[in-house]
């Protein structure tokens, strides 16, 4: 069974860094291409990142362009997001999705919800 | 980029057929045909629905179907039942390897 879990949300302050986490189990998480998406409270879904398969290519969203940092560790079959330089406006729950193979996004986690505010 | 454009709402009753828009630009919708639909319960992570336009995941009911004309794409569900009721967001490539998803779109069942 496809599982995603992420973890490492909180609150933090305006200005400040969190790394949220995705451990994936169920399949061979090296030959998928992984996605961040978030949903601001009563909002709609926002593509935040991607991932290649093997790290080597990462996009990112205009709005985190240079503050947030996809990456991943197939050795520990787990995805990362390092978020930096945090706004309000960035508060919002991060899911960790699955690229499929044949297209769409086809498993998503429960999500982690990250709190930006003073 | 924008958000892609969806009606804030849809409302149909049990077993009638609704269809929900998702209206981008010849930038995204209109240049690739890499559409998705994704179904979202309150509280719930999202569900992929369609995929590549008008693909179906296994498992998903062939209830739904997706299209595509020019720059909108449609999700149409047929014999609408009470567990459609949902948040409903289509998402496109938008090139430069990016994505853009739709605005959302809350199915009411009557």
């Known amino acids: 069974e496809v599982q995603l879990v992420e973890s490492g949300g909180g609150l933090v302050q305006p200005g400040g860094s969190l790394r949220l986490s995705c451990a994936a189990s169920g399949f061979t998480f090296s030959t998928y291409w992984m996605h961040w998406v978030r949903q601001a409270p009563g909002k709609g879904l926002v593509w935040v990142s991607r991932?290649?398969?093997?790290?080597?290519?990462?996009d990112h969203a205009d709005s985190v362009k240079g503050r947030f940092t996809i990456s991943r560790d197939n050795a520990k079959n787990t995805l990362y997001l390092q978020m930096n330089s945090l706004r309000a406006e960035d508060t919002a729950i991060y899911y960790c999705?699955?690229?499929?193979?044949?297209?769409?996004?086809?498993?998503w986690g429960q999500g982690t919800l990250v709190t930006v505010s003073s | 980029q924008s958000a892609l454009t969806q009606p804030a709402s849809v409302s149909g009753s049990p077993g009638q057929s609704i269809t929900i828009s998702c209206t981008g630009t010849s930038s995204d919708v209109g240049s690739y045909n890499l559409v998705s639909w994704y179904q979202q319960h309150p509280g719930k992570a999202p569900k992929l629905m369609i995929y590549?336009?008008?693909k179906r995941p296994s498992g998903v009911s062939n209830r739904f179907s997706g299209s595509k004309s020019g720059n909108t794409a449609s999700l149409t569900i047929s014999g609408l039942q009470a567990e459609d009721e949902a948040d409903y967001y289509c998402?496109?490539?938008?090139?430069?390897?990016?994505?853009?998803f739709g605005t959302g779109t809350k199915v009411t069942v009557l």
């Open positions: 991932i290649k398969t093997d790290g080597s290519s990462t």
């Open positions: 998402c496109s490539y938008a090139g430069s390897s990016t994505f853009v």
């Open positions: 999705a699955r690229g499929g193979q044949v297209g769409g996004l086809d498993y």
């Open positions: 590549e336009g008008s």
